[in-house]
Every structure is written in C-alpha cells, then in structure tokens.
C-alpha cells in the first residue's frame, strides 16, 4: 500500500496501514467496529479480517444515517452484523423520530445489538441531561427487542452504573471499549456485565485495563477494534481495521495467562452468548 502522511497536532501521523499480523487459529469477532468509516471498501476490509481468522465482526451505528448504513452492510455480508444507536455526543439529535427510527432498525434480524448508548462526561456536545434522556430511551429499546445494549462510558461510570439500575438493564450489557480500573471491572462483574477489550489494553500506560481484564472471567470478556481508531501497539496512531484484532488477542492472552487459542476460543463463545449465531 501506498505510503500516506498528514500533519497532525503540529507534527507528523503516519497512516500507512499496519501489516497483516500472523492469523489466528481459532476464530473470533470484532465486537466493535466502525466499516464506514474506514479509508478502503466494505470488502476490502471483511476480507482482510477473514484472512487472519477474525470471520466475524460487528459494525456500530452513531446516529440515524450510520446506523442505517451498518444495517445495510450487514444484510449484505455474511460476516457482518449491526449495531444501531445515536452515539452520547449525538444525544441532541435523539428526537422521538430518530428514536422511532433507531427502534425499527434494531428489530431487524442482522442487527444484534443496540448501540453504542451511554453517557459521555468527556465532551460536551450534547448536555448531560440530552445524553441520560437518550441513554434511558435506548436502554427500553434494548430490551423491547431483547437485545444486547452497548455501552459507550468517557468518564461517567457512577452514572452509567446508576442509570442502568434505575433503568433496569437489558439481560446482556456490554461495555465497548471498557475504560475502568480493577474496581469497577468488579462492579460490572458482580452485574453479569460483558467488557470489551480494545488495542487500548496494549498501550504502555494502560496498566489499570490490563488490571481489570486480569481479574475479569473468560466469559465475561469480548475484543474489539473500535475501527478505525485504537489501533494496538506497536502500530499505535496508524489506522485500524478489523484485520488487527489478533494483536490485541495476543496481548489479552498474556494478561490472562494463557494460550492464545483458549483466548480467542472463550471470545467466540462469548460473543455467540452476547449476539447470536451467526
């Protein structure tokens, strides 16, 4: 591929794609990816991931338009399904009509999750109060449809744990792109929820991520892109796609103690338990 690099933040960002990593031997699923906003096609990205053993992945709306997009793609892939939502920094747009619209997308076969919700205290682009109204709206769509709600949380875990219980959570929760420390792994534990490990988990000073997925059960635990941000180390700020998957699986597993292949054996079990066969 071509050699790509732009200015950013008065330097300079290379986004030259990563190489393919070594492919695993056992399966598993991107629980969490963004295909359309990747810089090459739809199947371009699918098949990269296939050749390296990630045969699954899950493409995630933000708001109305993406989310209609990703559950297109996913009726158009074998290997693709959906997540629908308005994103928390989109909160302002969750009018009753896009509401409306986010639950007859989510009652569609392809879709298996609502999402990604939640509560964003990081950036102010919507209010607090538009971000919990939204939250809460899609939390009872979550459950009218029984399917799993999937959390986005910057810097807002009492709340989100807060708006959850007083909600009452859908039977399966995930945190995309879990942020907490060892503590609140516990909590969400302790609550039957699912975290989500993103390349994050590789990052030099992520050691509290590498505390909570040390102490979180197999089966309580997904990978992720969050494509194409988040690349994993030691690509770190170079784009991400699907395809990368095995390098964060890796990292995983040496946290965790154990052989690669019963990482990506218990991800796939809980990625099935979370949304389905495929």
């Not at 929760?173 to 879990?178: A, E, I, Q």
């Not at 700020?237 to 154990?258: D, H, L, S």
Request: proline letters at 7%; hydrophobic letters at 45%; a negative charge.
């Amino acid at each position: 591929m071509t050699e790509k690099r732009v200015r950013y933040d008065g330097g300079s960002r290379d986004l030259t794609p990563p190489p393919h990593p070594e492919p695993l031997r056992v399966p598993v699923v991107d629980s969490h990816c963004h295909l359309d906003l990747m810089d090459v096609p739809v199947a371009e990205s699918v098949a990269a991931a296939v050749s390296v053993g990630v045969t699954r992945m899950l493409t995630i709306g933000v708001d109305v338009a993406t989310s209609q997009l990703s559950a297109d793609t996913a009726a158009a892939y074998d290997e693709v399904f959906a997540g629908v939502a308005i994103h928390p920094n989109e909160a302002f747009a969750a009018t009753a009509e896009a509401l409306s619209e986010i639950a007859r997308l989510a009652a569609l076969p392809q879709v298996r999750a609502v999402g990604e919700t939640g509560l964003d205290w990081y950036r102010d682009t919507a209010t607090r109060e538009q971000q919990e109204a939204s939250f809460r709206a899609h939390i009872d769509i979550a459950k009218s449809v029984g399917k799993p709600v999937v959390i986005h949380d910057r810097d807002a875990h009492a709340d989100i744990l807060r708006v959850l219980e007083s909600q009452g959570a859908p039977e399966t929760v995930v945190f995309h792109c879990f942020s907490g420390d060892a503590d609140f792994a516990r909590e969400c534990i302790d609550r039957g929820y699912v975290l989500s490990f993103a390349g994050t988990v590789t990052f030099r000073n992520a050691r509290q991520l590498r505390e909570a997925l040390a102490i979180t059960p197999l089966d309580q635990v997904l990978v992720e892109t969050d494509a194409p941000f988040l690349t994993p180390t030691p690509f770190r700020g170079r784009p991400n796609g699907p395809y990368m998957i095995p390098v964060t699986v890796r990292a995983m597993a040496e946290v965790k103690g154990i052989g690669e292949d019963e990482m990506a054996a218990a991800i796939a079990a809980t990625a099935e338990r979370c949304f389905g066969p495929w």
